[in-house]
């Protein structure tokens, strides 16, 4: 069975588990003929992948590193800064480390405020990314409530990683990504792997550019929504692609 017919065949047991799933697999720098699409213009809850496009915004905008931000208030969720008693101003260099590597809440909201919402969904747009919208902070319960919801696709965010590539900051934050339960789960020696992960209720999510020891990068990316077992599903897109490009 070829790479494509297994990750359609996986797209297809998700499906059958009563929810959504959805697949990008491309090489970092070659032709869109060479992608393998499932699925991938369909709009997920973005939860954590949206920080991606965050961290392009600032990168291409050329927020100061050494700038330093108010760091409060401080919203529940994934990341550190929350649970800290004392926190000060910190740099746009850190805050933009805590969103990617332990994926921090506060520290994205922090960053949200300064670059404004507006600036990231206009980046979105010039960008081609015609599914992905910034519509609130992250836990903002009440606009959540309000039908407002923080959207991306597959193909988007295979899209924004690709141009990640190009800076070694974003690379190595997303490198030392902590939450390995999904592409990374069988990681074979000599790969390198710098991903972004997404977590609500029902929703997982993974994506990054894998670097194996010999051949050029690809692009990978898993979205799942209302299955019993995304963070499996998306542990068995990495081992499928791992082993072909292992076998190439």
């Known amino acids: ?28 720098h070659g032709d869109d003929d060479e992608a393998i ?39 529940p969720g994934s990341g550190v800064l929350a649970h800290l008693a004392d926190v000060g101003d910190m740099s746009v260099r850190d805050l933009l480390t805590l969103m990617v590597a332990v994926s921090d809440n506060t520290a994205t909201n922090v960053l949200i405020d300064r670059i404004g919402r507006e600036r990231v969904n206009d980046w979105c747009a010039r960008h081609g990314l015609t599914a992905t919208v910034l519509a609130r902070p992250l836990m903002d319960l009440e606009a959540h409530a309000r039908g407002l919801d923080n959207l991306t696709s597959a193909a988007d965010v295979a899209s924004v990683l690709s141009r990640l590539a190009d800076s070694p900051f974003a690379v190595r934050a997303l490198e030392a990504q902590q939450f390995n339960d999904r592409l990374p789960r069988h990681l074979p020696p000599g790969f390198r792997l710098a991903h972004k992960t997404g977590e609500l ?47 190439s």
């Not at 050029?216 to 542990?235: F, R, S």
């Open 37 to 75: 699409a499932v699925a991938a213009d369909h709009r997920f809850t973005a939860a954590s992948l949206i920080k991606l496009p965050i961290l392009a915004t600032a990168l291409d905008s050329g927020l100061p590193f050494d700038e330093r931000l108010p760091v409060r208030p401080a919203v």
């Open 1 to 28: 069975m070829s790479l494509r017919e297994a990750l359609g065949a996986l797209v297809e047991r998700a499906e059958a588990a009563g929810g959504r799933a959805a697949v990008v697999v491309r090489p970092l």
């Open 201 to 247: 209720t029902g929703v997982r999510h993974d994506a990054g550019i894998v670097y194996p020891p010999a051949g050029p990068p690809v692009v990978v990316a898993m979205l799942t929504d209302g299955t019993t077992d995304g963070a499996g599903h998306i542990a068995e897109c990495g081992r499928l692609v791992f082993s072909a490009l292992a076998g």
